[in-house]
């Protein structure tokens, strides 16, 4: 009853929220209407480390090549993907050449040439920029040419026989307009504060931005100059639906078109709340995970509460969460569980094993890290400092059911767990904004990220755990993606191995020696891993949708979807 009873509640706040819409086109029209769960932090990707962010900037910025539904290259921007066969890579692996299709438009008509490749490496490059993204190129490039108007030569700093790892969406994730972005540059020596970032005037995707209602919609119309031709949907909107449950509910009632991001145990329920709803599930490489915050005083930023830069005590943490439970009662089995960052890749370590959830021996270590049970239940040390922190997350109804169960299974062993919920706004934001997982503003943060298919290295390991990716002033990162401040230069020098070595065996060796190392000092505690789950109404479309595998290519097939 309680289900039935929140699904109609969900149902008449749908109805209420498409009254607020003003202005926006939507019956039977040509308008291709999208739920996001949450609202765009910026519309230049470089700068988002959200999700949301990136796909919102995906439908207006063209990648170099996406990849579809079966992970296969599709060329965008670029006329061929540079390899040594071809002449795109140097012998050495450390030059790559890449070549742009010819007569390539801006959407106001100007020419998108080598000049704007070379000048968002440029901007990459330049660590004024405070860039969240591309930091894998950042730290290799040592300079690029203009070979001729369409191609730019790149020089490495190590090896690079992997493209895809630099060059795809999740590396190089957009050519930035230089007649845009340049005279800003000129002027104040960094882009970061660009009014182009927050309201674009120039695109190279298949759509450009129309309208931005902030907190409501963002309205789009069909790019003319996109290099695959325009859209045959003529318009796209983007509406906000906090409360990922009303975009359900919508898409149900057939005032929403698409919806992305479905939560691990959303398919079944949404694809029964209406016979037009179809379900897609592709392998997207999300491992749901729970980070800990064991930064010291001297990161400059908020520290982490002093135990948890005890390994004995992280590893307490991990034996007392029962992570089968989880994925059996909340999850119905669906997701599974590991170990590994590099779960349903080739770069799995099947020897690794499952750490299983034991209590008693996390009380044991819990014990000899000098923590004993209180009065009160919960642990104190000799100097009297509690286990009593907080763990942070969106604002997700299935991550909060998460974060129940895991405060009740904490709290068996004496550690009290105060539960924080944020808008992914402020909960990814950047260093400089004060955004809560990058200043170190909580004690465990759960959330996800995940590994590229075609992506040889994961970009959990590669970006989120790396020494050189803590967030902080300067010499830390200020736009850096390692909240947790753990650092550790042997796994630094094998993911190194991973991205730069030829020889698959030793990469794979190095791989395995990286995820041994996660899994004995615990910065991070996998929870079960992700796909990414779309729903769609089937009756407002003339043919099923393809939708890409990896980051940021659900949009990779958009110019062909036809409303009927």
Request: aromatic fraction near 10%; include cysteine; hydrophobic fraction near 40%.
């Amino acid at each position: 009853m309680n289900k039935r009873i929140s699904l109609l509640l969900a149902i008449v706040l749908v109805f209420t929220l498409v009254g607020s819409f003003s202005g926006i086109a939507r019956a039977q029209d040509k308008v291709l209407t999208v739920a996001f769960a949450q609202e765009p932090d910026t519309m230049n990707g470089y700068y988002s480390a959200m999700a949301f962010g990136q796909w919102a900037m995906d439908l207006v910025a063209a990648s170099l090549w996406d990849y579809d539904k079966n992970a296969q290259p599709v060329l965008v921007l670029a006329a061929e993907i540079p390899t040594v066969e071809n002449g795109g890579i140097s012998a050495d692996l450390k030059t790559y050449t890449v070549k742009l299709k010819p007569d390539l438009k801006w959407s106001d008509g100007e020419a998108l040439t080598a000049d704007d490749l070379k000048f968002t490496l440029d901007m990459i490059a330049d660590k004024a920029n405070e860039f969240a993204q591309a930091t894998a190129l950042q730290s290799q490039i040592v300079s690029s040419e203009i070979v001729d108007p369409t191609t730019v030569k790149v020089v490495w700093n190590d090896p690079q026989p992997f493209p895809e790892q630099l060059l795809s969406n999740i590396g190089l994730v957009a050519v930035l307009p230089k007649h845009v972005y340049e005279p800003i540059y000129n002027e104040s020596k960094t882009i970061k504060d660009a009014p182009e970032n927050q309201n674009p005037t120039v695109f190279s995707g298949p759509y450009v931005l129309k309208e931005w209602i902030r907190g409501e919609s963002l309205t789009f119309e069909a790019n003319p100059n996109y290099v695959n031709g325009a859209p045959k949907i003529p318009s796209l909107v983007i509406r906000i639906f906090p409360d990922p449950e009303s975009g359900f509910a919508a898409v149900a009632a057939g005032q929403v078109d698409f919806q992305p991001n479905l939560g691990p145990t959303d398919g079944t329920k949404v694809k029964n709340m209406a016979p037009s709803n179809e379900v897609v599930a592709v392998f997207g490489g999300y491992i749901e995970y729970l980070v800990f915050n064991v930064r010291d005083d001297s990161f400059g930023t908020e520290a982490g509460p002093v135990a948890l830069r005890d390994v004995n005590v992280r590893r307490a943490v991990r034996l007392a969460i029962d992570r089968r439970a989880i994925n059996h009662d909340l999850l119905a089995d669906a997701a599974g569980v590991t170990d590994s960052l590099y779960v349903g890749t080739q770069w799995e370590n099947k020897d690794l094993g499952f750490v299983e959830s034991d209590p008693e021996a996390a009380g044991k270590l819990l014990d000899e890290a000098g923590y004993k049970l209180g009065a009160d239940g919960v642990r104190v040390n000799d100097k009297g400092e509690k286990l009593e922190w907080r763990y942070s997350t969106t604002t997700a109804q299935w991550r909060k059911d998460i974060q129940a169960v895991i405060q009740q299974q904490l709290e068996k062993v004496g550690i009290k767990i105060i539960l924080e919920n944020y808008p992914s706004s402020d909960f990814f934001g950047q260093w400089s904004n004060g955004g809560i997982l990058a200043t170190g503003n909580y004690a465990l943060g759960e959330f996800a990220n995940n590994t590229v298919l075609t992506n040889i290295v994961n970009v959990t390991a590669d970006e989120s755990l790396g020494c050189d990716q803590i967030p902080g002033n300067p010499p830390l990162n200020p736009a850096g993606n390692n909240h947790t401040g753990w650092c550790n230069k042997e796994f630094d020098s094998l993911i190194d191995i991973t991205k730069t070595e030829s020889d698959p065996a030793k990469a794979l060796e190095a791989g395995n020696k990286a995820q041994v190392i996660l899994r004995d000092e615990v910065p991070l505690i996998t929870l079960f891993p992700r796909g990414d789950i779309y729903v769609y109404n089937k009756d407002r479309f003339t043919a099923p949708l393809n939708i890409g595998s990896g980051v940021g290519n659900q949009w990779y097939d958009i110019v062909n979807w036809e409303l009927k």
